[in-house]
Every structure is written in C-alpha cells, then in structure tokens.
C-alpha cells in the first residue's frame, strides 16, 4: 500500500484525473485520495467502498480538490448518513455528477430545497430510495426533483418490492417533473415496464430531449 500511494504521490500519471476506489477502510480512502489531491482530481468513483467521515474530512483538507471535484460517487457506501450527504452537496461548488446511498424517501430529500446545490448545475443524480410513505411519499419526492433543472440524466430505484417501483406515472406526480425537460437526456426508472401508455406519452412530449428512455418508450 505504501509503494502505492508513493507511486500516485510521484509524477508517473501526470494526467490521472479520476479515482475508482472500493478500499473497505475509510483510512485508506483518505490516504489514496490525500495523494492525488493537488493535481486537479475530479472524479471520484467509490461506490461500495467503506467512505465515510474520515474519507470525507480528508477530502475537505486539501481546499484545491474541494473546487475540482465534478463527480462523486456514493451509491452502496453503508457509512454515508444523511447528515453526510448534505454536507457534501453544500461544500462542493463545482460538483455536477453525484450518486447516493439508499434513503428513506422522507430523510435527506425533504431539505433539497434548503440547500444551494440546487443551483449548482448538477447533471446527473443517481439514487435508490426506501419510499414508505406509498403515493405520497413518490409525490412528494417528486416535488424535489422537480427542482434540479439542469439534470441530463436521472437514474432512480426503489428497494422495497412491495412497492410498485419508484412510479412515475402521471397519477403520482409525473407531471411535477415537466421542467426537467429542458436538458433531460437520461432517463432509467425502476420498473419502468409499469409505465402506461399515456405515461409514454407524455414523457415524449415533455422530454423531448430524450435519448435514452424507459425500454416501453422504445416502441414509440
């Protein structure tokens, strides 16, 4: 491991920008990313890995890579609370690509309008929700989605089966989602075969930006 960081440390991959990382140990995430903090690293890809407040904390030492960053990956990290994900979303100015940890659909949501990081441009959020709250509970997260704009890709899921997917179907807030459609290219939904036609529909008027949508779009 040493030899390693010595090596990221040195000037053997001057234009290494982007890290995948899956290191069990927040200490050698924090290590690995100390490493390569001062030569403009935007991407960070630590998806299933041990991330959590150390990491975090060494990502906030180095002031340089606090304005790199673009993309952040979080999506599988068991350690990243809530209280996590709104701090990083507020600290990262230049942050346009994120992924999150499964979350109630009631827990760090309800504070999207709270936070700047709505206005930051972000392009692409990937995230799976515990949604308890049934119909109200979709509607309800829709509203906050319906706040990010300038998203080009929107991947959602949902990790309670007893629930028909994370729907958006009109009847349950689709339609909240209209403005998205200004710069939406991306779409994947859970269980987008529950999709109707009129869903399709409506999609294909609102999205026309679309270039990769739910597979019951594709007979359109």
């Given at each position: 491991?040493?030899q390693?960081?010595?090596?990221?440390q040195?000037?053997?991959?001057?234009?290494?920008t982007s890290?995948y990382?899956?290191f069990?140990?927040?200490?050698?995430?924090?290590?690995?990313?100390?490493?390569r903090?001062?030569?403009g690293?935007?991407?960070?890809?630590?998806r299933?890995?041990g991330f959590?407040?150390?990491a975090w904390n060494?990502?906030?030492?180095y002031?340089r890579?606090?304005?790199?960053?673009?993309?952040?990956?979080?999506?599988?990290c068991l350690?990243?609370?809530?209280?996590?994900?709104?701090?990083?979303?507020a600290?990262?100015?230049?942050?346009?690509?994120?992924s999150?940890?499964?979350?109630?659909?009631?827990d760090v949501?309800e504070?999207?309008?709270a936070?700047?990081?709505?206005?930051?441009?972000?392009?692409?959020?990937?995230?799976t929700?515990?949604?308890?709250?049934?119909?109200?509970g979709?509607?309800a997260?829709?509203?906050k989605?319906g706040?990010l704009?300038?998203l080009?890709?929107?991947?959602?899921?949902?990790?309670h089966d007893h629930?028909?997917?994370?729907?958006?179907?009109l009847?349950?807030g689709?339609d909240i989602?209209?403005?998205l459609?200004?710069n939406?290219k991306d779409?994947?939904?859970a269980?987008?075969g529950s999709?109707?036609?009129?869903d399709?529909?409506w999609?294909a008027?609102?999205?026309?930006?679309?270039?990769?949508a739910?597979?019951?779009?594709?007979?359109?």
């Amino acid at each position: 491991m040493d030899q390693f960081v010595s090596c990221l440390q040195g000037s053997h991959w001057p234009h290494l920008t982007s890290l995948y990382l899956d290191f069990d140990s927040g200490h050698l995430i924090a290590e690995v990313i100390g490493s390569r903090a001062n030569v403009g690293l935007t991407e960070l890809d630590l998806r299933g890995s041990g991330f959590d407040y150390t990491a975090w904390n060494a990502i906030l030492r180095y002031p340089r890579l606090v304005t790199t960053l673009e993309t952040l990956y979080l999506a599988d990290c068991l350690h990243v609370t809530s209280d996590m994900v709104h701090r990083i979303l507020a600290s990262l100015p230049n942050i346009i690509r994120f992924s999150a940890p499964a979350m109630h659909d009631g827990d760090v949501y309800e504070g999207i309008d709270a936070h700047r990081w709505v206005c930051l441009g972000l392009k692409s959020f990937q995230v799976t929700i515990r949604v308890c709250g049934g119909p109200e509970g979709h509607a309800a997260f829709h509203r906050k989605l319906g706040l990010l704009t300038n998203l080009e890709q929107l991947w959602t899921s949902n990790n309670h089966d007893h629930y028909n997917g994370l729907c958006f179907r009109l009847g349950m807030g689709l339609d909240i989602l209209q403005g998205l459609g200004r710069n939406l290219k991306d779409v994947n939904f859970a269980k987008s075969g529950s999709l109707s036609d009129a869903d399709v529909s409506w999609m294909a008027t609102h999205w026309s930006r679309l270039e990769l949508a739910p597979k019951r779009s594709r007979c359109l």
